[in-house]
């Protein structure tokens, strides 16, 4: 009788330990003051933050950056080009320019019209220059697409539009492989900061992004996909 006692004693137990960690909150990115130019304490007036929605509303906007910094986090947008548009979205960035010779990208590509659709590591999804996205998931030019990226320690997940389309892990000899033979070889910067900004990309063109939010991972978290 008194192991049967036990038992529930133990399981309570256990039900108040997960109860007591509570999962990360996402927290949106839609604020202004959340946003600023990268080397800068402001926003540049052609990034515009309304409601839910963070538009570059002309080219001259810069390259901008989070306010706050992340390690292990799961992230989500929306975002949407006009035709022939390109952007991309850093991570575990540096507040130094040029954001790209440091930080590891997301790219947003409209690999219909976009000159750079002719390289797959450039297109949508991609791990740009490094990893080229493993299908096209791409949404129709006036549709937002969802993306998403999954980042726990070294190894990282890009989505796009509910489909896993690159993976990689920092520590591998296959990574070490494909920065040898891209244009970041000579940078000796790239990729290694396990924690950093957001950057968004101002290439020249309007960028819709919208719902965007993010929420931090647990030193022992696992990928979305194992």
Known sequence: MRGARIVPILLAALLAGCASTPQARWQSLSDEDQWRNVGASTLDARWQVRGNDLVLTAAGGGDIISASTYGNFELEWEWRLPAGGNSGLFYRAADVEPVWARAVEYQMLDDREAEDRIVPSHRAGAVYDLVAPAQDA??????????????????????????????????????????????????????????GHLALQDHGNAVYLRNMRIRALGPDCKPASL
């Open 138 to 195: 791409l949404r129709p030019i006036d549709a937002y697409n969802h993306a998403r990226i999954v980042a726990c320690g070294p190894h990282v997940e890009h989505w796009l539009n509910g489909l896993r389309v690159a993976t990689y892990d920092l520590d591998s000899d296959d990574w070490k492989r494909r920065v040898a033979a891209s244009k970041f070889a000579g940078q000796v910067d790239f990729a290694q900061a396990r924690r």
